[in-house]
């Protein structure tokens, strides 16, 4: 078989291996995925009445503010969901498994490539929940043409795989999965203080510069314009940067650590 043969049968295989695990073990994307859901009907029900307020001229109702809150809780929903890539890792490097595919004649990838396309598949599935809550509550986007929901779906797949390699980082960097599990905290926190609940420029004038120069508001302003027709500006150029630098360090981080010696 060509090299390229043997990667992708490998690849296949781990893959394979990392749905099974999230079969057999939903409780923990199910608990990473109630976070988003349970910030969206509270933000929607409690504080939607007031939370309007702070967007457009202050005219804005509760469906207003849900149209403006989706898009920024389908990004939480990536961040949120993909710990369990980081938790996934850790386990296996706990556990002895990677150092045993360490020294299996398998395409050293694949290990990865396993873990990654798997934490994309389960992201897309949590998005497509989180989405259709979304809809139930009143989320509409009638404007938005084919191409912009082709675009909104590349955008989002291009953030879970660069938040999916800084998962597989943190991994496998950290010594259990319970730390794997603190060190991505900043994936659910970043969302927080960003523009996914009230725009950037209504917060205090020193807080504003920590939601503006970080991943998450860029993509979810791109993800709000390509959805609701809003502005983008430089954001969409911002987002794919993002993305791209976040999965080059990822990867180089993540490589760089299963590739050296063990001690």
Request: with cysteine; proline share 4%; aromatic share 10%.
């Amino acid at each position: 078989m060509s090299t390229l043969s043997l990667a992708v049968r490998d690849s296949a295989t781990m893959l394979r291996r990392n749905l099974l695990h999230a079969r057999r073990y939903p409780s923990l994307t199910l608990n990473l995925l109630l976070t988003p859901v349970m910030l969206l009907l509270l933000f929607v029900y409690i504080f939607g009445d007031v939370m309007s307020a702070g967007i457009g001229d202050g005219g804005a109702d509760r469906s207003e503010y849900i149209a403006y809150l989706v898009p920024g809780i389908l990004l939480m929903t990536i961040g949120s969901t993909v710990i369990g890539a980081a938790v996934s890792v850790a386990t296996d490097m706990n556990e002895g498994i990677i150092a045993r595919f360490r020294t299996m004649a398998i395409h050293r990838g694949s290990v990865f490539i396993g873990h990654v396309v798997g934490s994309v598949l389960q992201v897309l599935a949590s998005l497509v929940l989180v989405g259709a809550v979304g809809v139930a509550i009143g989320f509409r986007s009638t404007d938005a043409t084919a191409l912009e929901w082709l675009a909104a779906f590349g955008l989002l797949a291009l953030f879970a795989l660069a938040l999916t390699w800084i998962a597989v980082g943190m991994g496998m960097a950290s010594p259990n999965a319970e730390a794997a599990g603190n060190m991505a905290m900043p994936l659910i926190l970043l969302p927080l203080i960003s523009s996914a609940f009230i725009p950037a420029d209504t917060m205090p004038g020193w807080f504003q510069p920590i939601a503006e120069y970080q991943p998450f508001t860029p993509a979810i302003e791109t993800l709000r314009g390509l959805l609701l027709g809003t502005e983008i500006g430089h954001n969409g150029w911002l987002a794919v940067a993002w993305c791209l630098g976040l999965a080059a360090l990822g990867y180089y981080w993540s490589t760089s650590q299963f590739n050296r010696d063990t001690k």
